[in-house]
């Protein structure tokens, strides 16, 4: 044995009679190699408990049969659900995940974004974090593996993509409430600056304005980043001379905070307020009463992710060059009993 307590490619070649050179013909399946060398040197290598290394096999190789994953925030359950489902659809191709944790850190992601490079992913999916850092999109530009943006878009940055129709998502919240008569509701959500949160924000508004009904940027929270911030501003909402009746949540994390709020502030769901939220996640459904949610497609997400970047992966030259592929997914509306219609002491206001 070496040094460290592994076999070497030596004593594989040592114990089957053959040389080093065969060894290693026979284990990556290249060159001619008889059967019944072959046979030995697999038997050699079985009785001491050898494998390749892989960093070796990958620069003979050319590729690693590993690909990145750089979350921008790993305690987002949202992403859990989706690095579950890229995982499962890379290992049925063959391809192992490195995952990396930006924690929403811009010099996290541009060391991961190194440290994948390194590593010789085959290719990169990238869910990038909300704050830049300098020089990224030009460093993403560059890359040498094939990268593929997921959940956000990166202004200036023309590569393969797979996102959610986001106004879409605000829409359908917004449409859901006021066909159960609301009017008076409130919004919790993150900066206006990010592209998400902006845009969900801007299709609940468009579905006010085309019921005819009057918007309130009064009863809107923003800048709650955290599930903390997110109990504040329900707070602030709840306690309003006017409190609203129903409210809107434009991510899980944001969610969880809305929700202790509300429990904190002795109302009932939906008797006295209805909530909904973007995000069906484990919990959703077993609360009572179940979370009404408009659901991203994390199965289909994760599947079109795959399927365009193992194509500009084993693809050749013209596959990599070929024009960017932008997939956007339609979210859906599942109701559970979070909201309903107005309370009794709200039908005349």
């Not at 593996?145 to 023309?158: F, H, K, N, S, T």
């Not at 809305?258 to 996640?281: E, F």
């Not at 079109?304 to 060059?321: D, K, M, P, S, W």
Request: charged letters at 25%; a neutral charge.
């Amino acid at each position: 044995m070496s040094g460290n307590g592994l076999p070497t490619i030596r004593e594989v070649a040592r114990l089957a009679g053959v040389s080093v050179a065969t060894v290693s013909k026979a284990l990556n399946g290249s060159g001619k190699v008889s059967e019944e060398l072959r046979g030995r040197v697999s038997n050699a290598a079985r009785q001491l408990g050898y494998a390749p290394h892989a960093s070796a096999r990958s620069l003979r190789s050319g590729a690693s049969r590993t690909l990145g994953l750089l979350i921008a925030d790993i305690t987002n359950p949202f992403f859990l659900k989706l690095v579950e489902a890229i995982e499962q659809r890379a290992s049925a191709q063959g391809y192992s995940v490195l995952l990396c944790n930006s924690s929403e850190d811009p010099a996290r992601e541009r060391n991961n974004l190194r440290l994948l490079t390194e590593q010789r992913a085959d290719g990169i999916i990238l869910v990038p974090t909300r704050e830049g850092w300098p020089g990224r999109v030009a460093e993403l530009s560059r890359l040498k593996p094939p990268a593929i943006l997921v959940d956000r878009l990166l202004d200036g940055l023309e590569i393969d993509s797979v996102t959610i129709n986001n106004r879409l998502a605000g829409e359908l919240a917004a449409r859901h409430l006021l066909e159960l008569g609301h009017r008076r509701t409130g919004v919790i959500m993150g900066s206006p600056d990010h592209q998400i949160a902006r845009h969900r924000l801007d299709g609940y508004r468009d579905a006010f304005v085309a019921a005819g009904a009057d918007f309130r940027p009064g009863y809107i929270e923003q800048y709650a980043f955290s599930e903390a911030q997110a109990y504040e501003a329900a707070g602030r909402l709840l306690s309003l001379p006017e409190r609203p009746t129903a409210l809107f949540a434009t991510n899980n994390h944001l969610a969880q905070g809305m929700l202790r709020g509300i429990l904190d502030a002795d109302l009932r769901i939906p008797d006295d307020i209805s909530v909904i939220t973007i995000d069906d996640l484990p919990w959703s459904g077993m609360l009572r009463p179940g979370l009404t949610v408009v659901m991203q497609p994390s199965d289909a997400i994760a599947e079109a992710a795959i399927r365009i970047l193992l194509g500009r992966v084993t693809g050749g030259q013209q596959e990599r060059a070929a024009e960017p592929e932008q997939v956007v997914f339609d979210p859906a509306l599942l109701r559970r009993g979070s909201t309903a219609g107005l309370p009794a002491e709200f039908l005349t206001t």
